[in-house]
């Protein structure tokens, strides 16, 4: 289980869950779990084409991830952004699909991008992972007061000037990064799941947006070492633990809140 080979999954998998739980808060809160579904699929275009010219994937996939979720939030602004947010997915999976048609050979790395490599993650893609982290980090921090507001009441956010589109296009950037310290580590699917079942869970149970967002990188983080101890102990894929867990966890705490509502309506009956 802390055999010297698993070091670096326990080290990617918490760095994967700080990012995750936090972006995630924001995610759920701003109703943005499609938009965080499309930017890492969608950006597995970008690490096919850069295998095909020859380009780290890691290169191809922060410029696809930063260029998709741009484009959403831009072209989302005149037009349903459902619609917008379909459409730019389908046209990136598109050229994904190319790109490998393109190519001579299937890369066994750009399929990882897919479903992930927890548990063969070198040193230097954990360094990487680590510097990518803090700088996804250090993007929330200036804008998380602004962004909560805007996420919340956008009239009131406007009227107090705050540029709710240039806070939009912030927090784009901010999934973006996110995706490309995560997806390269636990994959595309693995990463929605990560930014949307725990901080689910997480909103249902808090009370107040620190509370959220405290419990939000818990859950995360719980659900990751979780789902790599029974991976480890079961060899079977960590991404169907992930899943499971942060389903369960929302579940849960869905039914814990209805409880709670039920018995705080009780106590104010005379």
């Known amino acids: 289980m802390f055999a010297p080979y698993l070091m670096t999954a326990w080290a990617g998998g918490t760095i994967v869950a700080l990012v995750a739980g936090i972006v995630g808060f924001f995610v759920v809160l701003r109703g943005?779990?499609?938009f965080a579904h499309a930017v890492p699929h969608g950006a597995f275009a970008g690490a096919a084409g850069a295998v095909l010219v020859g380009v780290n994937p890691l290169v191809g996939l922060g410029v696809f991830a930063a260029g998709g979720a741009?484009?959403?939030?831009?072209l989302g602004r005149r037009a349903?952004?459902?619609?917008?947010?379909?459409?730019t997915l389908v046209t990136m999976l598109a050229l994904g699909a190319l790109f490998l048609s393109r190519s001579r050979e299937y890369s066994a790395q750009v399929f990882a991008l897919l479903f992930g490599q927890i548990l063969g993650v070198s040193h230097d893609q954990l360094a990487t992972m680590g510097l990518l982290g803090v700088c996804?980090?250090?993007?929330v921090a200036p804008i998380a007061?602004?962004?909560l507001l805007a996420s919340v009441?956008?009239?009131?956010?406007a009227a107090r000037g705050i540029r709710v589109t240039g806070v939009d296009l912030a927090f784009a950037l901010v999934i973006a990064a996110a995706t490309t310290v995560s997806v390269p580590m636990v994959g595309a699917l693995l990463m929605?799941?990560?930014l949307v079942g725990p901080p689910a869970a997480a909103q249902s149970l808090a009370r107040t947006p620190g509370q959220g967002m405290a419990l939000s990188v818990a859950l995360t983080l719980g659900t990751?070492?979780?789902s790599i101890a029974l991976s480890v102990g079961t060899d079977l894929p960590i991404g169907f633990f992930a899943t499971a867990i942060g389903a369960l966890l929302y579940a849960g705490a869905r039914v814990a809140a209805r409880r709670r509502r039920r018995r705080e309506g009780r106590s104010r009956m005379p």
């Open 224 to 226: 990751v070492w979780t």
């Open 32 to 34: 943005n779990a499609f």
């Open 80 to 87: 349903r952004h459902d619609v917008v947010t379909a459409l």
């Open 136 to 139: 996804c980090l250090a993007l």
């Open 70 to 74: 741009v484009g959403i939030v831009l």
């Open 153 to 157: 009441s956008p009239a009131l956010a």
């Open 145 to 147: 007061r602004p962004l």
């Open 192 to 194: 929605f799941a990560l």
